[in-house]
């Protein structure tokens, strides 16, 4: 079954400070990646995917990710955050129009 | 605004008792997600129908039971109620085809409370 991996539990970070977080997922085959974001209180909003092509994507609110196929891994990255990305970032594989599997979710908080 | 659209938004009800969450998908999507998000379980993934049609199954319990309308909207029942299932149950929709590359969409969600 596969399964995904999010090292980081909780970030704390302060404005303007560089952010990765880190996913890992087992399964050999295609998969189909996903960063989701969840406000506190809302709903999870889709950051950004890959499929296929360029391993290197941009999402939205200037987050992008980087699929490396060797490593399993598809690591979220901002330059710079902001006070208004506290929120939960959950990574998700999926395969074809199957179910997602999420890992467990890092809670980023963003101080002033 | 992702258009999938859920209700209630909160319920609060005891154990032993019986709730129906519903779900309308985005406008043209055929597949319906069903997903409990709760503390110590994380993001679980329960069923989902396809065009009316059970697809894939998940951790959903054999108290769990769900459907997919000839107009696409889903239900989720969930019986015999435990304090265990107070969680938030989010219903997702996707195309179910490749040309939107399978992105799922979620609705706000049902926060549901069982005292």
């Known amino acids: 079954a596969q399964s995904v991996s999010q090292h980081n539990h909780h970030v704390i970070l302060s404005e303007a400070a560089s952010l990765e977080l880190g996913c890992n997922y087992s399964?050999?085959?295609?998969?189909?990646l996903f960063w989701y974001v969840q406000y506190p209180g809302q709903h999870l909003q889709l950051l950004l995917k890959y499929f296929s092509g360029d391993p290197l994507v941009k999402g939205i609110k200037g987050f992008e990710a980087e699929f490396i196929k060797s490593k399993f891994s598809f690591n979220l990255r901002k330059p710079s955050v902001q006070w208004s990305d506290t929120a939960e970032y959950f990574c998700?594989?999926?395969?074809?129009?199957?179910?997602?599997?999420f890992g467990t979710g890092t809670r980023l908080q963003v101080t002033l | 605004d992702s258009g999938v659209t859920q209700t209630p938004k909160h319920l609060i009800t005891a154990t032993g008792q019986r709730v129906t969450l519903r779900c309308s998908p985005r406008?043209?999507?055929?597949?319906v997600y069903w997903y409990q998000q709760s503390l110590d379980q994380g993001l679980q993934f329960l069923i989902q129908y396809y065009n009316g049609e059970e697809r894939a199954k998940g951790n959903i319990l054999e108290r769990f039971s769900a459907q997919q309308f000839p107009d696409l909207h889903s239900e989720l029942n969930l019986s015999s109620l435990e304090l265990g299932d107070s969680a938030l149950y989010f219903c997702a929709s996707s195309s179910g085809t490749s040309e939107e590359g399978y992105e799922q969409y979620f609705g706000p969600g049902t926060r549901l409370t069982v005292t």
């Open positions: 998700a594989v999926g395969y074809t129009t199957s179910k997602l599997t």
């Open positions: 406008s043209g999507d055929l597949s």
């Open positions: 399964y050999g085959g295609t998969v189909n």
